[in-house]
């Protein structure tokens, strides 16, 4: 069964750089069905896809925080962790990571998602 | 990049049918996925695809799509439906790029 769980602090200053881990256990990060997304939701709001990594490094971001945005994966730790840099209090959010299914050639899904974790910018 | 329109609320009397919209031109050419999301929890995938549940989703949960418009219907709606809802998929520019309708507020009467 496969499970994500992220880590990282749950508070960053503004202006500093926002680090999440998400580990995945119960499966292999290599698979090659999956890419690997990162979910953010600010307080009282919808969802947002931050963007998605395969195994193989391959990156792809919401062109709305793509300046500010980097997703890398470590196969041997299996893990992929997020970056987000120069943060506001507008990154104040959720952060959830995802498997992302690709159930077949062109439609894929957020099949498994970790608990979420709270990240507040303030200083 | 492309977006996708949801109602905002939603009501529904106990043991009731309802349909939840979700409207975009990534979903001419994509299927929409949805998830179910409870206060304080992660969001649950309740249908994917054509019209696929995942293990444990009720039968009462089904997907449809038609055009640019993807529906998820509850038939019969129970108590613990009251959710919110989301749709989501890829973006219409044919990279993987990916994308949230803004969500349905689900009351069960």
């Known amino acids: 069964q496969l499970q994500l769980q992220e880590s990282g602090p749950g508070l960053v200053k503004p202006s500093e750089t926002l680090s999440l881990t998400c580990t995945v256990s119960g499966g292999s990060i290599s698979s090659s069905s999956y890419y690997w997304g990162w979910i953010r939701q600010p307080p009282g709001k919808g969802l947002e896809w931050i963007g998605s990594i395969y195994y193989s490094g391959s990156t792809y971001y919401n062109p709305s925080l793509k300046s500010r945005v980097t997703i890398s994966v470590d196969t041997s730790k299996n893990q992929f962790s997020l970056k987000l840099s120069s943060v506001t209090a507008a990154d104040t959010a959720v952060y959830y990571c995802a498997s992302d299914d690709y159930y077949d050639s062109d439609n894929c899904a957020f099949d498994i998602w970790g608990q979420g974790t709270m990240v507040t910018v303030s200083s | 990049s492309s977006e996708l329109t949801q109602d905002p609320a939603v009501s529904v009397a106990l043991g009731q049918t309802v349909r939840i919209t979700c409207q975009g031109d990534?979903?001419?050419?994509?299927?929409a996925s949805w998830y179910q999301q409870k206060p304080g929890q992660a969001p649950v995938l309740v249908i994917y695809?054509?019209?696929n549940r995942p293990s444990g989703i009720p039968d009462r949960f089904s997907g449809s799509s038609s055009g640019n418009t993807a529906s998820l219907t509850i038939t019969g709606a129970q108590a613990e439906d009251e959710a919110d809802y989301y749709c989501n998929s890829r973006d219409s520019s044919g990279n993987h790029l990916k994308v949230f309708g803004g969500g349905t507020k689900l009351t069960v009467l």
């Open positions: 990534s979903l001419r050419s994509y299927y």
């Open positions: 695809g054509k019209n």
